[in-house]
T-cell receptor, first 114, second 117 residues
Framework: EAQVTQNPRYLITVTGKKLTVTCSQN?????MSWYRQDPGLGLRQIYY???????DKGDVPEGYKVSRKEKRNFPLILESPSPNQTSLYFC?????????????FGEGSRLTVL | AQKITQTQPGMFVQEKEAVTLDCTYD???????LFWYKQPSSGEMIFLIY??????QNATEGRYSLNFQKARKSANLVISASQLGDSAMYFC??????????????FGKGTKLSVKP
């Protein structure tokens, strides 16, 4: 089954404790992206990757890091989480071809930082 | 810069009636795509429908249709014969199709649709 898998789905952590949200897709997609969703703000892009070893900042990259060492994986790293990073996070992927089609989303990871 | 505007934070519709969710966009790109996603209370993002800027006909997918008016830069979603399961958050989104803005998908703030029995 074609899918984007995120882990963990739910996490409660404390300020300053480093955490990683993993994302993996099995569709051989070149393009991958992370979004955060906050009430009243819609989805805002954090980082994206056009292919292996190619990453770039989105609209709200502060406090986050990413890496793309393999095509299928695109982890999101919070080095020192703060309460304003409490949010619902989505990983998504699509083919990198011109046009590219719709984004396929993971099920979301709800993060609470105390 | 690209921008998506959804002016209806919340809407109600009677079951079995049709409803239109508004979306306007702003872009200087010539080739772009418009998307609608549904987010039920369970949280997942479900792709509904796509319209390309050069598509001459409005897109349809089952009970969903996209009323695309290019000159007005609007891409409204029409849901016919509303069902209780249509109660959800709906997001309009767009992106350049051929490299501009890196093809990143930008979203509106969403419209919460509630279907009344």
């Amino acid at each position: 089954e074609a899918q984007v898998t995120q882990n963990p789905r739910y996490l409660i952590t404390v300020t300053g404790k480093k955490l990683t949200v993993t994302c993996s897709q099995n569709m051989n997609h070149e393009y991958m992206s992370w979004y955060r969703q906050d009430p009243g703000l819609g989805l805002r892009q954090i980082y994206y990757s056009m292919n292996v070893e190619v990453t770039d900042k989105g609209d709200v990259p502060e406090g986050y890091k990413v890496s793309r060492k393999e095509k299928r994986n695109f982890p999101l790293i919070l080095e020192s989480p703060s309460p304003n990073q409490t949010s619902l996070y989505f990983c998504a992927s699509r083919p990198g071809l011109p046009g590219g089609g719709e984004l396929f989303f993971g099920e979301g990871s709800r993060l609470t930082v105390l | 810069a690209q921008k998506i505007t959804q002016t209806q934070p919340g809407m109600f519709v009677q079951e079995k009636e049709a409803v239109t969710l508004d979306c306007t966009y702003d872009t200087s790109d010539q080739s772009y795509g418009l998307f609608w996603y549904k987010q039920p209370s369970s949280g997942e993002m479900i792709f509904l429908i796509y319209q390309g800027s050069y598509d001459e006909q409005n897109a349809t997918e089952g009970r969903y249709s996209l009323n695309f008016q290019k000159a007005r830069k609007s891409a409204n979603l029409v849901i016919s014969a509303s069902q209780l399961g249509d109660s959800a958050m709906y997001f309009c989104a767009m992106r350049d199709l051929y490299g501009g803005s890196q093809g990143n998908l930008i979203f509106g703030k969403g419209t919460k649709l509630s279907v009344k029995p």
